[in-house]
T-cell receptor, first 114, second 112 residues
Framework: KAGVTQTPRYLIKTRGQQVTLSCSPI?????VSWYQQTPGQGLQFLFE???????NKGNFPGRFSGRQFSNSRSEMNVSTLELGDSALYLC?????????????FGPGTRLTVT | AQSVTQPDIHITVSEGASLELRCNYS??????LFWYVQSPGQGLQLLLK??????LVQGIKGFEAEFKRSQSSFNLRKPSVHWSDAAEYFC??????????FGKGTRLHILP
């Protein structure tokens, strides 16, 4: 069974631009969560989607948004990029929603904002 | 607010030696507790989890962890480390909204 895939793996953007990251979950998984990982703040929860609905949201500004499609694939968008948005963005999928279900992580998308 | 503290940013042990990584959490009720490992350039992999019941939990790759409510701790142990265990280890807690909150991580270095 294929694992969680994230595209692109690396991305360089300029301040003020916007970016869209994609996550394809493991087949059969209906929940997708997104995390931002930085050396200073560590891993921070962005949001979780289950059956195309945002179920949970972390403490991030409205510039960070996401969505989930009927096939469970998910995208996250960051508008008006800032230098501080440079990070590894990790996606995780699970069979169900919430902490009870094991999360399987993708390799991440490394975003660099210049 | 729920939080997780991993007091050791870096730990170095010799190959074959025992390992203990510390984790303390702040949570009002019985928490869901996790340990994840992240190898360079990789995503996170779940090592083990505690939801309820036996406070000593066995995981993959020979790891175990013990939940101690009185100390609000969930330390990870391994009796004998291998060079391939060099990685970053994250403790995490599931909060009442079912979000998972991660500690800042402990980077494990292995001496040959």
């Amino acid at each position: 069974k294929a694992g969680v895939t994230q595209t692109p793996r690396y991305l360089i953007k300029t301040r003020g631009q916007q970016v869209t990251l994609s996550c394809s979950p493991i087949s059969g998984h209906r929940s997708v969560s997104w995390y931002q990982q930085t050396p200073g703040q560590g891993l921070q929860f962005l949001f979780e989607y289950f059956s195309e609905t945002q179920r949970n949201k972390g403490n991030f500004p409205g510039r960070f948004s996401g969505r989930q499609f009927s096939n469970s694939r998910s995208e996250m968008n960051v508008s008006t990029l800032e230098l501080g948005d440079s990070a590894l963005y990790l996606c995780a999928s699970s069979l169900g929603a919430g902490a009870l279900y094991e999360q399987y992580f993708g390799p991440g998308t490394r975003l660099t904002v210049t | 607010a729920q939080s997780v503290t991993q007091p050791d940013i870096h730990i170095t042990v010799s190959e074959g030696a025992s390992l203990e990584l510390r984790c303390n959490y702040s949570y009002g009720a019985t928490p869901y507790l996790f340990w994840y490992v992240q190898s360079p350039g990789q995503g996170l992999q779940l090592l083990l989890k505690y939801f309820s019941g036996d406070t000593l939990v066995q995981g993959i790759k020979g790891f175990e962890a013990e939940f101690k409510r009185s100390q609000s701790s969930f330390n990870l142990r391994k009796p004998s480390v291998h060079w391939s265990d060099a990685a970053e280890y994250f403790c995490a807690v599931g909060d009442r909204d079912d979000k998972i909150i991660f500690g800042k991580g402990t980077r494990l270095h292995i001496l040959p």
